[in-house]
């Protein structure tokens, strides 16, 4: 079984600059999730999507973050214009139908924001 | 706000002893905790998931136990090997509607041949 696909691995941009990270969830998996870590912290959940509705983004920066999931699979965030303060790794998720008890993640994307 | 402390950033045993590590929270009533492992580079890998009227939990080398009243949990594992090194992060969550998962900093773990 294939895992969660995220891409790019690693991406440096400049402060005020734009950014997108991609994510590919596991095939049947309705529940799709976007985490940041910074460095020496645990993952904060940024938004979560079930099929292609927004469950939960009370914690998403939206005057700068935004994220989609078109067609319920594929899912997208970016950040316009970064900060450095948004230097961490993006995780993404996703869980079965039935339970949204146990994650899957992929193995996240580096920003690092200069 | 609910907060989730795990005991020390780091811990280092000899390979063979039981590793415990213990996760704290307070201000919240999670349905169920998890452990993860993350490895550098890596996003968690899910280990084992407690209930909250479960007091314990086994999976091969594995042990978690989960203390309501306390507000507590511990992960132990036995006969650590040096594969076993990677940090440790234990996550609460709840069956509200949107069953979101709040994670501790995480415990890094080295094993010491």
């Known amino acids: 079984e294939a895992g969660v696909a995220q891409s790019p691995r690693y991406k440096i941009i400049e402060k005020r600059q734009s950014v997108a990270f991609w994510c590919n969830p596991i095939?049947?998996?309705?529940?799709l999730y976007w985490y940041q870590q910074i460095l020496g912290q645990g993952p904060k959940l940024l938004i979560q999507f079930q099929n292609n509705g927004v469950v939960d983004d009370s914690q998403l920066p939206k005057d700068r973050f935004s994220a989609e999931r078109l067609k319920g699979v594929d899912s997208t965030l970016k950040i316009q214009p970064a900060k450095l303060e948004d230097s961490a790794v993006y995780l993404c998720?996703?869980?079965?139908?039935?339970?949204?008890?146990?994650?899957?993640f992929g193995s996240g994307t580096q920003l690092s924001v200069l | 706000s609910q907060k989730i402390e795990q005991n020390s950033e780091a811990l280092n045993i000899q390979e063979g002893k039981t590793a415990t590590l213990t996760c704290n929270y307070t201000?919240?009533?999670?349905?169920?905790l998890q452990w993860y492992r993350q490895d550098p580079g890596r996003g968690p890998v899910f280990l084992l998931l407690?209930?909250?009227?479960?007091k314990e939990k086994r999976k091969e080398r594995l042990k978690v136990t989960f203390d309501t009243t306390l507000k507590q949990s511990l992960f132990h594992i036995t006969a650590s090997q040096p594969a076993d090194s990677a940090t440790y992060l234990c996550?609460?969550?709840?069956?509200?509607?949107?069953?979101?998962?709040?994670f501790g900093t995480g415990t890094r773990l080295t094993v010491i041949p």
């Open positions: 095939s049947g998996h309705a529940t």
């Open positions: 996550a609460l969550g709840d069956q509200t509607g949107a069953n979101n998962l709040f």
């Open positions: 998720a996703s869980s079965p139908p039935a339970t949204n008890e146990k994650l899957f």
């Open positions: 407690i209930r909250e009227n479960e």
């Open positions: 201000n919240y009533s999670p349905a169920y």
